[in-house]
């Protein structure tokens, strides 16, 4: 089944804990994301990676980081979280097709 | 720069139609996207229109585009209350990103 798959769903951390959430997509996308999804902002654009080993900034990129060192993975990195970065997270994979293939999201919450 | 604007709320009563309204800025966009946001869950996308495309039809769901005004519409037939959700207008950039609106949160009154 094509899917992307988010880890964890959820979570709650304390200011200035690093943490990573995961991101694996098995439809051999090349193209990979990461939104951020607030109340009466819709989703906002964190990174994107149009391929292995090539990142870029999206619209909020502050206070986090990815990596793509593999075509199916696209973790994000928070190295030290802030309360301004409680949200709703979703990654999301496309290949040539018009689709975007979205998680099931992981809320964070940071205290 | 890019962006899309839709409104924020709407309100049907279940059998009416439902339309939702979105106006984005990027005239070269090649693809124009509705996905729907059930709660708790992820984006799933609903319908998509190619830009050369004035209309596109699917069972229930209707969308139009005005190239000219960069205004699309999603029209739902016969509105259930399963179809209470937040709709989200897209666009594809330029650099092949999605461009969100806001969302508009339907609520479907039986």
């Known amino acids: 089944e094509a899917q992307v798959t988010q880890n964890p769903r959820y979570l709650i951390t304390v200011t200035g804990k690093k943490l990573t959430v995961t991101c694996s997509q098995n439809?051999?996308?090349?193209?990979m994301s990461w939104y951020r999804q607030d109340p009466g902002l819709g989703l906002r654009q964190i990174y994107y990676?149009?391929?292995?080993?090539?990142?870029d900034k999206g619209d909020v990129p502050e206070g986090y980081k990815v990596s793509r060192k593999e075509k199916r993975n696209f973790p994000l990195i928070l190295e030290s979280p802030s309360p301004n970065q409680t949200s709703l997270y979703f990654c999301?994979?496309?290949?040539?097709?018009?689709?975007?293939?979205f998680g099931q999201g992981t809320r964070l919450t940071v205290v | 720069g890019e962006d899309v604007e839709q409104s924020l709320f709407l309100s049907v009563r279940e059998g009416d139609s439902s339309v939702i309204n979105c106006t984005y800025t990027?005239?070269?966009?090649?693809?124009l996207y509705w996905y729907k946001q059930e709660p708790g869950a992820g984006l799933q996308l609903l319908t998509y229109?190619?830009?050369?495309?004035d209309m596109k039809q699917d069972q229930r769901l209707t969308v139009l585009l005005n190239k000219k005004d960069k205004h699309l519409s999603l029209r739902i037939a016969d509105t259930q209350t399963g179809d209470s959700a937040i709709y989200f207008c897209?666009?594809?950039?330029?650099?092949?990103?999605?461009?969100f609106g806001k969302g508009t949160k339907l609520s479907v009154k039986p």
């Open positions: 990676s149009m391929n292995v080993e090539v990142t």
């Open positions: 229109i190619f830009s050369n495309m």
């Open positions: 439809m051999n996308h090349e193209y």
């Open positions: 990027d005239s070269s966009s090649t693809y």
């Open positions: 999301a994979s496309r290949g040539s097709e018009t689709e975007a293939f």
């Open positions: 897209a666009e594809r950039g330029s650099q092949g990103n999605l461009i």
